[in-house]
């Protein structure tokens, strides 16, 4: 029997990638339409890479015990998925050699498709954690909705929605960073251990205090400077309640297991983020930077994107009816990770920590780094 030799064109199947590019198969794709396929099915493979690195990070982190070894292996991944997102917002530069007259002479043949129906967006922003009650309409239209009903006629349709229904039932990203979160070492106190809600709540209390003497030299020296200095201490006082309800968890409804719950999961940030020369918390605190960069990257390339879709079209209606500018500019608005970018408001000077209780515990080689 004779074997196949291999070759370049036949790993990368570029007879198939090559011819892909068909449009609707009526025969007649100009150039600039051509260019206007290429760079969205650029994107389509870049955000399937980007799926597939995602659920590397989740896997790991939704594991019930999360080896130290395993965390920088989760940064990696979110690593990568982060220089993607900065292709992508360059990859803006490439489309917009599209001109909005370029762009007209075949736009009515994409009604009513439209990029509102990238399945793997959708997907994406599943996988990651947006909340169904976040997810923003265009009219009356639910975008998940929509896919669903053209899954009843489109085989294509089928497809993308069986992908959605299947993100719907994983762990997502932020689940999994919660579950990992929650069982963090806060001085030294596990949540299988005995008396571990007082450490934590002694733990937070003590923050706040120490951080309200740094507050109260701030406010003095700008209500000293200020022609309503008790506007400027309302203003301070106001900010520490803030900081003090959200730490607590007192936004959070439901059980008080709940509470409890989101209350750790937030004392660990501030934990991880306040002792990060830690040698157990390193890695971590990375891991939490590198998802704070991820949504990041994400909101730059949701408004690139809307850039340049005004720069294209100006404020007309989106192909899929949607209100196009209007509608994306709106989805930059869109925090996965809240608790991850609000905690940076919470921290205090080293000098105004508590001090670290068992910090033996942080080292190097201790089971406590098993989370």
């Keep these: 029997m004779n074997e196949t030799t291999p070759t370049y064109w036949d790993y990368l199947d570029l007879p198939t990638l090559l011819n892909a590019q068909s449009g609707l198969g009526d025969g007649n794709i100009g150039p600039d339409e051509l260019h206007f396929i290429i760079v969205h099915q650029a994107y389509e493979l870049w955000f399937k890479l980007v799926l597939s690195q995602v659920r590397l990070a989740r896997d790991h982190l939704v594991l019930p015990e999360v080896p130290e070894e395993a965390v920088p292996e989760v940064v990696h991944n979110i690593n990568r998925v982060n220089e993607i997102m900065r292709l992508a917002v360059d990859q803006m530069k490439v489309m917009e050699t599209l001109t909005p007259l370029d762009f007209l002479d075949f736009r009515d043949k994409l009604v009513p498709s439209s990029g509102f129906q990238s399945f793997q967006m959708r997907e994406l922003e599943i996988l990651l954690g947006l909340e169904e009650a976040q997810r923003l309409h265009y009219g009356k239209v639910n975008p998940l909705t929509h896919i669903q009903k053209l899954a009843e006629t489109s085989p294509g349709g089928a497809m993308a929605w069986g992908r959605i229904e299947a993100a719907r039932n994983e762990v997502s990203l932020r689940e999994a960073l919660h579950r990992w979160l929650y069982r963090t070492p806060i001085q030294g106190s596990t949540p299988d251990m005995e008396g571990d809600e007082d450490v934590v709540m002694e733990f937070l209390q003590a923050y706040l205090d120490r951080g309200a003497e740094s507050r109260n030299i701030q406010a003095d020296r700008l209500a000293a400077l200020s022609d309503d200095p008790d506007a400027v ?24 297991a ?19 020369e830690l040698p157990l918390l390193a890695w971590p605190r990375l891991l939490v930077d590198t998802v704070v960069e991820l949504e990041e990257q994400i909101v730059i390339w949701r408004h690139r994107h809307a850039r340049m879709v005004e720069r294209l079209i100006g404020r007309r209606v989106g192909t899929g009816g949607s209100a196009g500018v209007a509608y994306l ?23 105004a920590r508590p001090e670290v209780k068992n910090v033996e515990l942080y080292a190097f080689g201790d089971t406590v780094g098993k989370r």
Excluded at 238 to 251: K, L, N, P, T, V
Excluded at 333 to 345: I, N, Q, T
């Design 233 to 256: 201490r309302a203003r301070f006082a106001g900010m520490a309640e803030s900081a003090r309800a959200f730490m607590m968890a007192e936004d959070i409804e439901g059980s008080e």
């Design 258 to 276: 709940k509470t409890n719950r989101i209350r750790r999961i937030r004392a660990a940030l501030l934990f991880v983020e306040s002792y990060r």
């Design 329 to 351: 500019d709106k989805t930059t608005a869109y925090r996965v990770f809240p608790e991850l970018w609000a905690v940076r408001s919470m921290l205090s000077p080293r000098r």
